[in-house]
């Protein structure tokens, strides 16, 4: 169990992380490469997100030390959901409804995967 919510905690920070880079993806907008530059290295939320795959890396080597990586893995792609539905109640970005049909089978398929998983 302890297993399970440690890879959802790394879920959520990847998906976090996310969110953030789409912040500072906003705030280059109008900018050229050269102009956007130094606007990116003063953006606070992407040394936040840098932080947080920092932080979710050593969360997922420390998983890996103790978890097969084939039952682990499949909690990545949890993020596939997560990020979109997170951005839309963040950001206001658009979700196509056939979203919602991907969405249910990616989660199908990391329930299919942890059956008679232990930990």
């Known amino acids: 169990m302890i297993d399970n919510l440690i890879l959802l905690l790394f879920t959520l920070l990847m ?3 996310q969110l ?3 912040k500072v993806g ?10 956007g530059v130094p606007v990116l290295l003063r953006a606070p939320a992407l040394y936040a997100a840098l932080a947080l ?3 979710a890396t050593l969360i997922w080597i420390w998983i890996l ?3 097969p990586l084939s039952r682990a ?11 979109p539905l997170a951005s839309r109640a963040v950001y206001g970005d658009a979700i196509r409804p056939i979203f919602w049909l991907g969405a249910l089978l990616i989660v199908a398929g990391i329930l299919v995967t942890q059956l008679g998983s232990s930990g």
């Open 73 to 83: 893995y499949p909690y990545v792609a949890l993020g596939v959901v997560l990020v």
């Open 26 to 35: 906003l705030d280059l907008r109008g900018h050229s490469l050269a102009s």
């Open 20 to 22: 953030l880079f789409r």
């Open 65 to 67: 030390s103790r978890v």
């Open 53 to 55: 795959y920092g932080i």
């Open 15 to 17: 998906a976090s992380g």
